[in-house]
């Protein structure tokens, strides 16, 4: 078996679909779509489609955790023991059982919700952060940036099983909301042991966060405000060991991104519409 | 002269009948316990036998402290290289039950190679990796060869050697090691082994299931058994886990030897 497999080669069984994150970004439906003012994009139980939207992130969420369980399972493998620590490999093969019980849950979840493996596509680009070939990069691409999103993403959905009066979705929620904060303070951990004499490393390290954080709050995907799909969980982000200051400027990152997203719809609303006249 | 609380019995009379623990006539497994009368509940002060009549542990076992220690060494090792392939799998295999499955079980070796990395510095190997070793080249030779399949096509292999050479020859070798070893100067060996075999026999379960459900058709029969018989022959090429002798083996030990 080769080292560092690419997210093109991951082996899915018939009912899985992919679709390219570019695809979505320029689906020419999506600046009409957008260009609708339906409110605020927060998940709640009176927003439009609260149900349909929830089974949809249901399902984003389960592929997510499949990808998350692959990338912890290929740094098992990828790095020999001189690469990366034998107690590093130790935590990312405690990631991968986690991960797997996710992906237990999340399936169970989706069948309790009304939805199917395979009845939404899947995107690769969680996974292709777990690609990189810096084992710290990857962690903190990983860990820090995409569990971080995770806490953000669960308390999101335990809020909204709460409020739907879904004890068995808040429930499920709370419990991989526990293990994310665990896999955010292993990424953490690992960023300051392995760079504590390589502060060039730490940088970029650092910025490859900031990279994949940008990535995920694309079109406002996640934010403070009530325009973000996803509300950052502020009090659970302390938890993990996050700073108040770099849940600051990440709050500040989703507000550029959601800017920029509506700027962008406003630009293609244009253009659609100059065509069409 | 007897002591006070002597057993007025004495030794020659180690093996209590039933009943025998009950009222003055009270008979002792060993000689060591006939000298001590068994305490009374309410005289806290009173001398108890060190040995409960009910433990039969031993001291003799087979292994010294640097035999215990290479063996340990030698399943750190193995640990290893199995719980990294088990993970590197699982980005591998389409099917999504085995998926999660190899998830879960990535740890429980893991697990395993930490409890072996642990016991090393209390075998008196301070640095654990001069001892994280595989057996023999020929043990690395049949590692390689089960870690070597890749393509999603190839589940069964992986399977097959996992669950059907390789883990049946952890749990060969942890029970050989489990019996053999002083019950009471190697206890905390036992107590991981324990907990390692636990986890293999439930693992091998869990492996052996999914390759009977994907075993439906002759074809795949077949290729299964190719698989098992291509790496029996390299496990017993290396002797097993910790080499010649891994289960004892004196015969084959000597001839290797």
Same mark, same amino acid.
């Given at each position: ?186 990424? %953490?951990?690992?960023? +300051?042991?392995? =760079? *504590? ?5 730490? !940088?970029? $390290? ?44 990440? %709050?500040?990152?989703? +507000?550029?991104? =959601? *800017? ?5 719809? !406003?630009? $293609? ?9 | ?257």
């Amino acid at each position: 078996m080769k080292k560092m497999l690419p997210e093109t080669e991951l082996a899915r069984d018939e009912r899985f679909v992919r679709s390219k994150i570019e695809d979505r970004i320029f689906d020419p439906r999506g600046a009409r779509i957008a260009a609708r003012n339906t409110g605020p994009a927060k998940m709640a139980t009176d927003r439009p489609a609260a149900a349909e939207r929830s089974r949809s992130l249901m399902h984003g969420i389960f592929v997510g955790e499949v990808q998350a369980l692959e990338g912890a399972g290929r740094t098992c493998f990828d790095f020999d023991d001189t690469e990366a620590p034998f107690q590093l490999k130790l935590d990312m093969a405690r990631q991968c059982w986690d991960e797997s019980r996710h992906c237990e849950i999340s399936i169970k979840l989706g069948d309790h919700m009304g939805t199917e493996i395979g009845e939404y596509t899947e995107s690769t680009f969680l996974y292709s952060a777990a690609c990189n070939p810096d084992p710290v990069l990857r962690l903190c691409g990983v860990n820090r940036a995409l569990e971080g999103l995770a806490i953000d993403v669960f308390s999101t959905m335990k809020e909204f099983g709460d409020e739907s009066g879904d004890p068995v979705l808040e429930f499920c929620e709370d419990w991989m909301l526990a293990d994310e904060v665990t896999h955010v303070k292993m990424g %953490s951990d690992w960023l +300051r042991r392995l =760079t *504590e004499k390589d502060p060039e490393r730490r !940088e970029r $390290a650092l910025e490859f966060q900031r990279t994949v954080d940008s990535i995920f709050n694309l079109g406002g995907f996640r934010g403070d405000d009530e325009e973000n799909v996803v509300q950052l969980a502020r009090r659970f982000r302390e938890l993990a060991g996050f700073t108040e200051q770099e849940n600051d400027s990440l %709050s500040a990152l989703a +507000r550029e991104s =959601t *800017e920029q997203a509506r700027q962008m719809a !406003e630009m $293609a609303t244009a253009m659609l519409d100059a065509q069409s006249s | 002269m007897a002591r006070p609380g002597a057993d007025p019995v004495g030794p020659d009379r180690w093996i209590a009948p039933h009943g025998a623990f009950e009222g003055r006539n009270r008979h002792y497994l060993t000689e060591r316990s006939s000298s001590r009368e068994n305490a009374v509940v309410t005289d806290h002060t009173k001398a108890r036998a060190p040995f409960a009549p009910w433990d039969r542990r031993e001291l003799p076992g087979l292994f010294t402290v640097e035999d215990s220690a290479r063996r340990v060494g030698n399943y750190k090792w193995a640990e290893m290289r199995l719980f990294e392939a088990l993970g590197g799998w699982v980005a591998t295999v389409p099917e999504l039950d085995v998926k999660m499955v190899l998830g879960r079980h990535t740890y429980h070796h893991a697990w395993h190679s930490e409890l072996w990395h642990k016991r090393l510095p209390e075998l008196r190997e301070m640095n654990p990796d001069r001892l994280t070793l595989p057996a023999n080249d020929a043990f690395v030779t049949f590692m390689d060869a089960v870690r070597e399949p890749e393509a999603p096509d190839l589940t069964i292999e992986k399977l097959v050697g996992v669950y059907r050479v390789l883990i049946p020859r952890f749990i060969s070798a942890y029970t050989y090691h489990l019996n053999g070893t002083s019950r009471i100067t190697d206890a905390p060996t036992i107590r991981s082994l324990k907990f390692a075999l636990q986890d293999e026999f439930e693992d091998w379960r869990d492996g052996e299931m999914l390759i009977q459900s994907l075993l439906d058709t002759p074809e795949k029969i077949r290729r299964a058994a190719r698989r098992q018989e291509e790496l029996e022959q390299l496990v017993l090429a290396s002797g097993g886990i910790a080499g010649p002798g891994s289960l004892g083996e004196p015969a084959q030990e000597e001839s290797v030897a």
